[in-house]
């Protein structure tokens, strides 16, 4: 029986997961800052479920969750990199500690997750490695520039991880959702207290009090978790895949763009090696 690591629980896809994960009857380690708050989520599964305070930042609380998990079940087959949020400024607005903050959960918390759990994972030359990034890894949006730059982070990291783990027996796989009808974009949104007028119309569009997309996304976080663990029980995986309709579209346009562009400035870029020798 597969065991699942996954972090941030309390709410929305990482909840969802853990209770599809549970109901497969996997075992699973579900994490949020309060265990108490999961309560609910592992009580009818007493055989299979352990809670597990984790702040993600706290490395101690880090190494004690992965010897937990092992400890109890054996060892971390799948290990899911959820916990995070989302932060709105405009750059020029961003306030440094807020900034680092952001930072050491959705990226440095992640990477302890992952060198905490690896050395298991390379002595069984086994395992799964899920880090939950976001379409603003594709596409950084007005207001969103430091969230995006942690998911921008956390896919470079990643790209670079799974080359270095796949001689090992060892899966990466990163997971792009575009927007779900979670607490994202409600409860779990944060933003600067500073606001400059000038962003009215670009980053301050996507403030809280101006952004009324909470509780009308397309994405379901149901059918993503049970979408998940049939993928994660074959051979083969992705390295990035793409969560919901929206997510698919906004990516295609940003490619083919992005395709547009080195089309039409190629011969400036072409211009700057050596000449060919005569």
């Given at each position: 029986?597969?065991?699942?690591?996954?972090?941030?629980?309390?709410?929305?896809?990482?909840?969802?997961?853990?209770?599809?994960?549970?109901?497969?009857?996997?075992?699973?380690?579900v994490t949020a800052r309060d265990a108490r708050s999961l309560d609910?989520?592992?009580?009818?599964?007493?055989?299979?479920?352990?809670?597990?305070?984790?702040?993600?930042?706290?490395?101690?609380?880090?190494?004690a969750a992965v010897a937990s998990t092992e400890k109890r079940f054996g060892g971390i087959d799948v290990l899911v990199n959820n916990a995070g949020y989302g932060y709105r400024a405009a750059v020029e607005?961003?306030?440094?500690?807020?900034?680092?903050?952001?930072?050491?959960?959705?990226?440095?918390?992640?990477?302890?997750?992952?060198?905490?759990?690896?050395?298991?994972?390379?002595?069984?030359?086994?395992?799964?490695?899920?880090?939950?990034?976001?379409i603003a890894a594709r596409r950084a949006m007005p207001g969103s520039g430091y969230y995006a730059a942690t998911k921008f982070a956390l896919e470079g990291m990643s790209d670079a991880l799974r080359r270095e783990l796949a001689p090992l027996g060892i899966r990466v796989m990163v997971v792009e959702p575009g927007p779900f009808r979670t607490d994202f974009a409600g409860r779990s949104l944060t933003q600067s207290a500073t606001v400059i007028d000038d962003?009215?119309?670009?980053?301050?569009?996507?403030?809280?009090?101006?952004?009324?997309?909470?509780?009308?996304?397309?994405?379901?976080?149901?059918?993503?978790?049970?979408?998940?663990?049939?993928?994660?029980?074959?051979?083969?995986?992705?390295?990035?895949?793409l969560l919901g309709s929206e997510a698919v579209s906004m990516v295609r346009q940003e490619i083919s763009g992005q395709l547009d562009e080195i089309d039409a400035w190629k011969d400036v870029s072409l211009g700057t090696d050596f000449p060919d020798s005569e």
């Open positions: 029986m597969k065991t699942w690591l996954i972090t941030g629980c309390s709410t929305g896809l990482g909840r969802s997961l853990a209770k599809a994960v549970l109901d497969a009857g996997f075992n699973a380690v609910d989520l592992v009580a009818p599964y007493p055989d299979t479920a352990m809670a597990v305070s984790l702040d993600v930042t706290d490395r101690a609380q880090v190494d607005e961003g306030e440094e500690q807020a900034v680092v903050t952001l930072f050491d959960t959705n990226l440095f918390g992640p990477v302890s997750m992952i060198k905490a759990a690896l050395p298991a994972m390379r002595a069984r030359r086994s395992g799964t490695i899920v880090n939950v990034s976001s962003y009215a119309q670009t980053a301050g569009l996507r403030r809280k009090e101006n952004d009324k997309s909470d509780g009308t996304q397309k994405g379901d976080p149901r059918r993503a978790a049970e979408t998940l663990i049939q993928l994660l029980a074959g051979p083969d995986l992705p390295f990035r895949l």
